[in-house]
């Protein structure tokens, strides 16, 4: 057998070390959930399941993540259907005005959260929208619409134009060929933004400090005010369910492919 | 074969498209008959397709219109003019399977689901695809798919077919036989087609008649034995087969013959029917089929010259004869037939009958 080269040893090292620097901290909160401590730390001297208890028990932890889980579907709902009629929209038009028009919806990538975050309560506060779950779904789908349309836009470059063509030329009318050749096209594009969306607001935390008050307590506001005030290991647990339903989710994804 | 349209079904009238200087249709001006087979031949850029696109109603004419049967349809959306097309490329719904594909016309029209059923098995069994039925187009190689997207246009019982290069994707010799299912198919159902391709060959083997075009002009129109005997301008004399060209001088015309002189030689030339006779002392040009160029053994025929090149194609050969007074000329001949050994730098002897050479109406 030939002996690995100091190069690859280097390379292989990097990149494990590389994985471990980005999976560990995720790791990390797992021992955490099960200290037997009021605080955050690691487990003393028995594993304990009392904070999943907490989490489960406290009406609080489950209407944040009820809330959290609901502003997420109603934002992946309106984003998805905006960020669709859009992308299809300037996909017939294809033209100069359509391009500019697509960079404009992308630009709240662009913008630094805390800026438009600003902005939301700026404008919120105008429109009465403070502390609503109304007003959160809103600013929601304006973070979320980028990822829809271009997810939808990439899975409309592959549709020959002369296939909505043919649907007129067979007697379809526009919104007709729109629903039966063009949204079928685009759907596997429609589902991904949808994902996006969900995750883009189930996440989102800038926003919500700005624009909500007491009334709309989402998960990660209720994790971002666990840590300042009480240190309370139930964090950990939420974040460790999270973890777990993300993995539970990606397998069962990669089964259904194979 | 029909002379001109007896029962004319589509006017195009001096319909003109620009796209920003260049004119892609420039004034055409079109009558296509009831149950005609019309193809457009041109070179890419002469504007066939924008032509049939406008008249499928998918480009938007500049000015002029298009009437189908007296109704006025410049205007009409694509969708409401009950024109089948064929794509080129096919543009097959890729979600949907064979029969949903030739189904979708139909549903769209609201026809009741057993009537769907028989037409869609109907449409199968025309262009022989009945156990395709269930397959998604993505299964169907490309002559499959050209039947399916046949079926699929035909379905609903267009008024006029429309058909935009169907055979240019596909390998030569399923082409040809593509081209026979074609003909077959339009004697059989009856419909319009209108054709547009690049290809003479294909355009001489189908149609009843061919409008050629050239930057966004019609060129000539006719019948394709007419057209290839008797073309009208340098253009469809070299565009639809191949020609030699000789600059000439007419002396003198009579009775359909026209006597010129091409420096030192002097011919007889044919002139089309019905053409006005040249004034003599005029310079015209005169076009002449390599197929009608006859060579032999020196001093059998009229002109004497030497092989330049040639090049063997099986059932023919093609040869570059030199002569003093003519130049090079292009001649074809029959392989199994050759009397004389073609051989470059060998002398030989060429000419042809008086009513080979054709008489151009450009100068």
Known sequence: ?258 | MSEMPIQPLLHVREATKRYGEVRALDGVSLEIGDGEFLTLLGPSGSGKTTLLTAIAGFTELDAGSLTLGGTEITQMPPDKRDFGMVFQGYALFPTMTVAKNIAFPLKIRKWSRADIDRRVKECLALVQMEDYAERMPSQLSGGQQQRVALARALSFHPKVLLLDEPLSALDKKLRADLQWELKDLHRKIGVTFIYVTHDQEEALSMSDRIVILESGRIQQIGEPDELYAHPRTSFVADFLGKSNFFEVTVRGAGAGQVTCTAGEVEMQVQQRNGAAAPAAGRTARVALRPERVRLGPCGSERFSGTIRQHSYLGERSQVIVENEALGRVLVSCPTWKSQVELRQGQPISFGWDDDAPILLDDA
């Open chain 1, 1 to 258: 057998m030939k002996r690995p080269s100091f190069f690859r040893i280097f390379m292989n090292t990097g990149a494990w070390l590389v994985l471990a620097f980005l999976i560990l901290p995720m790791l990390v909160v797992i021992p955490v959930s099960l200290t037997d401590t009021s605080y955050l730390a690691m487990p003393k001297e028995a594993l304990s399941l009392r904070h999943y208890e907490n989490y489960f028990s406290d009406a609080r932890w489950l209407d944040a993540t009820w809330q959290s889980f609901y502003i997420g579907v109603l934002t992946a709902l309106s984003a998805t259907v905006l960020g669709t009629v859009f992308s299809i929209g300037c996909w017939f038009l294809s033209s100069r005005a359509s391009t500019i028009a697509r960079w404009v919806l992308i630009t709240p990538i662009l913008v630094p959260p805390v800026v438009q975050s600003l902005g939301f309560y700026r404008f919120w506060v105008q429109l009465g929208l403070i502390d609503t779950v109304t007003g959160v779904v809103l600013a929601h789908t304006l973070l979320a619409l980028p990822y829809v349309s271009i997810s939808v836009f990439a899975a409309l470059a592959n549709l020959d134009r002369k296939i909505p063509q043919a649907a007129r030329s067979l007697g379809a009318s526009v919104p007709q060929t729109v629903w039966a050749v063009v949204v079928p096209a685009a759907r596997p594009g429609i589902l991904t933004g949808a994902v996006f969306a969900f995750i883009v607001s189930f996440d989102e935390i800038v926003g919500v400090l700005f624009i909500t008050v007491r009334k709309v307590q989402t998960l990660p506001k209720m994790i971002w005010q666990g840590i300042q005030d009480n240190i309370d290991p139930t964090i950990a647990a939420v974040a460790t369910l999270l973890v777990l339903a993300t993995l539970v989710l990606m397998l069962a994804g990669s089964l259904r492919k194979t």
